[in-house]
Nanobody
Framework: QMQLVESGGGLVQAGGSLRLSCTAVGQTFSQYAMGWFRQAPGKEREFVAVMRWSGGLIYYEDFVKGRFTISRDNAKNTGYLQMNSLKPEDTAVYYC??????????????WGQGTQVTVSA
């Protein structure tokens, strides 16, 4: 069984940066894709970015292209979401997930606990 442990959220001013981490425990990411999703209050969970762990294929949602970067550290079995030029509308709980290479939440088998990101104007 895989567990995903997230960290790195917090409060930042608009234009600032945060780096989220997602560490897999119990299994490696190697057979999965790592996805990032977010959910703002009163809204549905939405896709942010995904990376196939083996091969490194990456896809970003349009609203984060050029601002967010997804990456991995194989030795640490940890993935990252570097978020730059943050905007107030990026405020949400961010979730990492492991599963198929997909933009759909239902294609993911394992989820992190979520980490709050708040961007002040």
């Amino acid at each position: 069984q895989m567990q995903l442990v997230e960290s790195g959220g917090g409060l930042v001013q608009a234009g600032g940066s945060l780096r989220l981490s997602c560490t897999a425990v119990g299994q490696t990411f190697s057979q999965y894709a790592m996805g990032w999703f977010r959910q703002a209050p009163g809204k549905e969970r939405e896709f942010v970015a995904v990376m196939r762990w083996s091969g490194g294929l990456i896809y970003y949602e349009d609203f984060v292209k050029g601002r967010f970067t997804i990456s991995r550290d194989n030795a640490k079995n940890t993935g990252y979401l570097q978020m730059n030029s943050l905007k107030p509308e990026d405020t949400a709980v961010y979730y990492c997930a492991a599963g198929g290479y997909s933009t759909h939440a239902y294609d993911y088998d394992y989820w992190g606990q979520g980490t709050q990101v708040t961007v002040s104007a």
